[in-house]
């Protein structure tokens, strides 16, 4: 009844079931494994596209900063400023306000001052690693406070009117820094070298004179010396802010005149004149508005020596081009981010641990001898 052959073709018929539910696994299996390598490619695609659209989005900020130095320095400064006044106030606003105020506007004076002058300087010598504390300025700063602790005494030294003071320093240095270009920077005279030359030797001169004066002064008096000869950014007398924010006010009409005189005068003392500056009358103007605000900010917090070599180097760095219609606003915002910023730091941070005139020196002396070594391999 039943034939021989059945059992055979169940099997035969349960084994092609069986081929098939398996190349229905595998390809199920192979789907699956497609899916997802769709998936992990669409998602490494997704990955990718959006790496290169942050990479995109930081390089069109990155060229924004780069763009608009001015712009990011203003908005440091401004973010500076408010730290300055609004850090550890603990509520003492009618206290903190107005003797912080007064301190940040003296620290923006110096700022400017030292800044503007020393680019000035620099453009006039066509050298960036020159300052003009090589004409003696600071020199002659400690040796007049040498000379005063000296006559006067230690007592009465601390105890002369700050006004009076202020303004017999400022005649002094510049009264002589005029009588120095007055002497070697005349009409048949003018060699900006040998002028640079006389005024370190002056500087070595006014130097070795406070040395001995120093050995010659009682201890206690030289402990007064040693504390002028640094410059003293927490102890602005608010007093003499009016004179000196009038100087830099005056100086800063003349300076943006000239902007474009400065321009033409980077290009060589044979070039500008070819172009029709009056050279001499130029440098000379030049000197006497460097010689000023030197001597407003040195008699303000005393004498700062690579401060503006570093905010100049800084400056430099980061300007799109050589223009002081830039350079000139660059240069005073960078000055006064530094001392704002780092007397924040010193006073609210570190608790008056350091002084900021010691980094300051610090740092501005690396930088002259990285410019001179840069300057020799060139």
Sequence with gaps: MFSPS????????MAK?????????????????????????????????????????LAQLWAWIVNHPKSIA???LVISMLLFLTLNV??????????RGKKLLALMVVGY????????????????ILTPSLLGFDSLYILLQSLLVFFLGAISFTSIDPLAKFTLEIVLMFGASLLLFKLLFSKSSQDLTRLI??????????????????????????VIVQSSSYAQFNTVNPQL??????????????????RYQCDVLMLGKSQAINLGIHYQRLAFGLLTVIAILVATATALVGPVTFFGLLVCALTNRIARHM???????????????????????????LGMAGVLSVVIELAGGLVFLLLIFTTQRR
């Design 323 to 349: 223009y002081h219609s830039e350079r000139l606003i660059l240069v005073s915002l960078v000055a006064m981010i530094c001392l704002v910023l780092g007397q924040t730091i010193f006073e609210q941070v």
């Design 241 to 258: 802010l009016g004179i000196s924010l009038v100087i830099c006010l005056m100086s800063a009409v003349f300076i943006w005149r000239w």
């Design 113 to 128: 001052a030292i800044g503007v002058s020393t680019l000035l300087f620099q453009t006039l010598t066509h050298n960036p």
């Design 17 to 57: 079931t069986n081929t098939i539910r398996d190349s229905s696994i595998e390809s199920s299996a192979l789907e699956d494994s497609t899916l997802k390598n769709s998936a992990l490619e669409n998602s490494t695609l997704e990955n990718t596209a959006t790496a290169t659209a942050w990479q995109s989005r």
């Design 74 to 76: 203003a908005a440091i």
């Design 197 to 222: 030359l006389v005024g370190v030797i002056f500087g070595v001169l006014f130097r070795s004179l406070s040395t001995l004066i120093a050995r010659l002064i009682n201890p206690d008096d030289f």
């Design 6 to 13: 059945t059992p055979r073709s169940e099997k035969t018929t």
């Design 90 to 99: 603990n509520g003492h606003w009618d206290f903190a306000l107005p003797l």
